[in-house]
């Protein structure tokens, strides 16, 4: 069964760091790209981010440019994404998605699609 | 940073009834990365449409979308119980490879 898993709630302190854990299985995490989304509460989705798991070549949000690190660890089919200096304004519900790409015959393109997604994790700011 | 704009902000129905759903960009978008997406409360987003008009694995087909540079639809016909939630279009750009999410569209049962 392809999924991703990801770790535990967090409470953090403004100015503090916080690392989500999104664990794959069921599919080699190196085949496909990880998009990271958060949620903030009663709000839409936001991009933050994405990475080529096997080449670790990494893409971030203009807004988050500087606070945020995305990586990926083959050898336990592992994505983290770690934000620091946390504000009240990152309360969120944080998702990873896979990046599936589909193959179009006509074009010869690929087409890319958040096909499956993590749980979710919250991560509260809060003093 | 291209701007993706969801009209309306809610849409009221009946079952059975067809929902009409519009995206726009504030610049053109490729159809290869217009993407849908519908949220229920407390769950993740599950993939509707990719490449704008594909049907992901599992979706019925009374979910299509359509559209092309600056105007894409998610057209949903016989409004089924399950299908009320909120409605997000995405769009990719591919260099580098950047992304945003439209403010969603939450269809409520009249």
């Known amino acids: 069964q392809v999924q991703l898993v990801q770790s535990g709630d967090e409470v953090k302190k403004p100015g503090a760091s916080v690392k989500v854990t999104c664990k794959a299985s069921?599919?080699?995490?190196?085949?496909?790209?990880i998009n990271w989304v958060r949620q903030a509460p009663g709000q839409g989705l936001e991009w933050l981010g994405w990475i080529n798991t096997y080449t670790a070549n990494t893409n971030y949000a203009q807004k988050l440019q500087g606070r945020v690190t995305m990586t990926t660890d083959t050898s336990t089919s592992t994505a983290h994404m770690e934000l620091r200096s946390l504000r009240s304004d990152d309360t969120a519900v944080y998702y990873c998605a896979r990046e599936f790409k589909y193959y179009d015959v006509l074009t010869g393109y690929y087409i890319p699609g958040l096909d499956i997604w993590g749980q979710g994790t919250t991560v509260t700011v809060s003093s | 940073e291209i701007v993706l704009t969801q009209s309306p902000g809610t849409l009221s129905l009946s079952p059975g009834e067809r929902a009409t759903l519009s995206c726009r960009a504030s610049?053109?978008?490729?159809?290869?990365?217009l993407a849908w997406y519908q949220q229920k409360p407390g769950q993740a987003p599950r993939l509707l449409i990719y490449g704008a008009s594909s049907r992901a694995t599992g979706i019925p087909d009374r979910f299509s979308g359509s559209g092309s540079g600056t105007d894409f639809t998610l057209t949903i016909t016989r409004l089924e119980p399950e299908d009320f939630a909120v409605y997000y279009c995405q769009q990719y750009g591919s260099s580098p490879p950047m992304s945003t999410f439209g403010q969603g569209t939450k269809l409520e049962i009249k």
């Open positions: 610049q053109s978008v490729s159809s290869r990365y």
């Open positions: 069921g599919y080699s995490i190196i085949s496909y790209g």
